[in-house]
């Protein structure tokens, strides 16, 4: 028996005009909230056989986009574009091989490879660590390719066209030389990233990357149905969560890549990926833990 | 009159330090030294023996790259 798709994002597939939307309660619906393009009106939409009969708040919103921004665009002087001596703190400026843009060095992570050997390295987007050619070697580079290698692509989600979506995420391995080249911090942030929780709608919280630096947010959908605009495609993806800035952008391109986490708690709750300037999506860290077998605590 | 004559017989002062353990103790106490020591040897065998994969822990670099 075939699970039944997920309503909104059957609204999305039907309405291409819709970039995000979400229920405002998952677990007591009383409305679905609609982030839709342009000036296009509700009354046009086509609506799914299997949505619910519920009332709708229409929101004007713009393209949402993954947040990778053009090589050339960085300014040593700011903390998270400057090089960084071993050991790295993340958050930071990471451009991979044969890639022409810059992305963010995410977070510290663990995880257990098919061997069941354990690894440490660098957590980012899948769009951010795979550079342009078909290379059986991603090398990654802080904070450009005129800097040594600081971790390799060990593992990665591909992003289907045909599909829905739960995760854009990307691991690279940070042993060089025997050594690792990144520290158990990010920056601008006091403490190591704890264990993970899933965030819920009104939780305040933080991130720390590398255009935008350490900015502040709130949560304010949960499984949300997005439509996000690649270099050369679009894809859909269900079961995200989105976020606002207290003041001003949560996030800009070169963000790609951010962990989020719960405020003065440490916790991860999601991975950074994609954005218009108004809204960011995260991936849900639950979604991220399964695909790519990580394992906390760090160390 | 030698003091010592009539002295009786001390078998203590028949072993000195310097004679060797009968061969029948030390075998046994080799072979139970042996077989206490087998399981770390078998552990070091088989991280050997094991193909890729890590053993070692997170280990930060102190590199300059700058």
Known sequence: ?299 | MNPTANAPHDPERTHTFDNPRPLGEFVPCLLSALVAAMPYFLEAFLACLSDGGSTEDYQPGSRKRC
């Open chain 1, 1 to 299: 028996m075939h699970p039944q798709p997920n309503p909104l994002t059957e609204l999305l597939r039907l309405n291409p005009a819709i970039v995000a939307a979400a229920y405002d309660d998952p677990h007591n619906p009383t409305k679905v909230i609609v982030h839709l393009q342009g000036a296009h009106q509700l009354n046009n939409l086509k609506m799914p056989t299997n949505a619910p009969d519920l009332p709708h708040r229409i929101i004007q919103a713009a393209p949402i986009r993954t947040l990778t921004c053009p090589v050339g665009t960085w300014t040593m002087t700011n903390l998270h574009q400057a090089c960084q001596h071993e050991p790295i703190q993340l958050g930071t400026q990471l451009q991979p091989e044969h890639g022409n843009w810059y992305g963010t060095a995410g977070a510290p992570v663990s995880w257990i490879d098919a061997q069941g050997a354990r690894h440490w390295g660098i957590l980012s987007n899948w769009h951010v660590m795979h550079g342009d050619y078909l290379d059986h070697r991603y090398d990654q580079h802080q904070p450009t390719v005129q800097h040594p290698v600081c971790a390799v692509l060990s593992k990665s989600t591909p992003i289907h066209q045909d599909a829905p979506n739960l995760v854009d995420a990307a691991i690279a391995d940070a042993r060089i030389d025997g050594y690792h080249t990144i520290a158990n911090r990010i920056l601008e942030i006091a403490t190591p990233p704890g264990k993970p929780l899933s965030a819920s709608v009104g939780m305040t919280v933080c991130k720390s990357g590398r255009t935008t630096g350490l900015t502040h947010g709130t949560c304010v959908e949960v499984g949300a149905s997005v439509r996000v605009g690649y270099d050369d495609f679009t894809a859909l993806f269900e079961d995200q969560d989105v976020f606002q800035g207290t003041s001003g952008s949560f996030s800009a391109p070169g963000d790609s890549g951010s962990l989020i986490i719960r405020y003065e708690r440490n916790q991860p709750t999601a991975l950074l990926f994609a954005g218009n300037g108004v809204l960011t999506i995260g991936c849900p860290m639950r979604h991220v833990i399964e695909a790519l077998n990580l394992v906390f605590p760090f160390n």
